[in-house]
């Protein structure tokens, strides 16, 4: 079996800063690409950061210059940093991975529990 728990969420003022992390624990053999999605009230959610197992990423239009993706492999763990943060920034954000568990073949597509992000202006 296989989670993601994500931290670092809360209430934070227009302007401020946030560090999100996320773990992955269980039986894992590897993690591939990882990343941060995020559903505010009536909307999708929407993936807006992703890193590759080698460090490639991508970043939305919304938070680029913003955010910074980052993940230490050795302890399974990505992290979000949010700079800069804005009211339209309030939404959950949830944690995203690929695994490979172990003596499984493939990868599963896997979800955290969602940390809520809040921003007053």
């Known amino acids: 079996q296989v989670q993601l728990v994500e931290f670092g969420g809360g209430l934070v003022q227009a302007g401020g800063s946030l560090r999100l992390s996320c773990v992955a624990s269980?039986?894992?053999?590897?993690?591939?690409?990882m990343g941060w999605y995020r559903q505010a009230p009536g909307k999708e959610r929407e993936l807006i950061a992703s890193i590759t197992s080698d460090g490639s990423t991508y970043y939305a239009d919304s938070v680029k210059g913003r955010f910074t993706i980052s993940r230490y492999n050795v302890r399974n763990t990505v992290f979000l940093q949010m700079n800069g943060l804005k009211p339209e920034d309030t939404a959950v954000y949830y944690c995203?991975?690929?695994?490979?568990?172990?003596?499984?073949?493939?990868?599963?597509?896997?979800w955290g529990q969602g940390t809520q992000v809040t921003v007053s202006s």
């Open positions: 269980g039986s894992i053999d590897r993690v591939g690409a």
């Open positions: 995203n991975a690929d695994i490979k568990r172990i003596g499984r073949p493939g990868y599963f597509n896997s």
